[in-house]
């Protein structure tokens, strides 16, 4: 199974903050990478597909990159509404894989 | 806009058979590319996929739960469904239906939509 792992596990930021998630899978994955947002209670959503690509809907203070191992998303300024946890999850080969998840909290 | 909602018992006991129902709407359960999958969640924990299958009945599922997991479709109903069995309590866990498949054309698949979830305890 490709195991994908996730960093920082948490971090604390306050609104407007930029914020960089990284995630890196134990091989590569190509753009087959896929970022969830859950808040509590909720069911995940889809926030960035292909590595890169914004899911519809989506804010575009949402970014996504990277190809091969390593990836990352950025929140270009935090909101409210952006306190959770992010997902990273791979497609490139079954199983697919979510990572651990990085929890956002307020500062 | 697509639509799901799992249905199901939210306690079962162990060694017994979960019985998980998603229903779709918004759109047919019969579209091109377009698999079906099942996501858990433990109490607190990380997110697992179960498995996906295909209108046609085409499946293909976690190797970690392969021997324990049915999958099948009704294309009548717009449902498709998910059995497993011999339960214990690690199988506590929110179970998620989910639309599993590529926003765009040529583009690697995700998951989306999501259903709300349903907790199953399993407990005696």
């Known amino acids: 199974d490709i195991q994908m792992t996730q960093s920082p596990s948490s971090l604390s930021a306050s609104v407007g903050d930029r914020v960089t998630l990284t995630c890196r899978a134990s091989q590569s994955v190509s753009n087959y990478l896929s970022w969830y947002q859950q808040i509590p209670g909720k069911a995940p959503r889809l926030l960035i597909y292909a590595a890169s690509r914004l899911q519809s809907g989506v804010p575009s203070r949402f970014s996504g990159s990277g190809s091969g191992t390593d990836f990352t998303l950025t929140i270009s300024s935090l909101q409210l509404e952006d306190f959770a946890t992010y997902y990273c999850q791979q497609s490139y080969a079954s199983p697919r894989t979510f990572g651990p998840g990085t929890k956002v909290e307020v500062k | 806009q697509l639509q799901l909602r799992e249905s199901g018992p939210g306690l079962v006991k162990p060694a017994e058979t979960l019985s998980l129902t998603c229903t779709v709407s918004g759109g047919s359960i019969i579209t091109k590319n377009y698999y079906w999958g099942w996501i858990r969640q433990a109490p607190g924990k990380g997110l697992e996929w179960i498995g996906s299958?295909?209108?046609?009945?085409?499946?293909y599922g976690n190797p970690s739960l392969k021997s324990r997991v049915s999958m099948s479709i009704d294309t009548s109903k717009n449902q498709f469904s998910l059995r497993l069995n011999s339960l214990t309590a690690a199988d506590t866990a929110v179970y998620y239906c989910v639309g599993d498949s590529s926003p765009i054309i040529a583009v690697p698949p995700s998951f989306d939509p999501w259903g709300q979830g349903t907790l199953v305890t399993v407990s005696s």
């Open positions: 299958i295909y209108h046609s009945g085409v499946t």
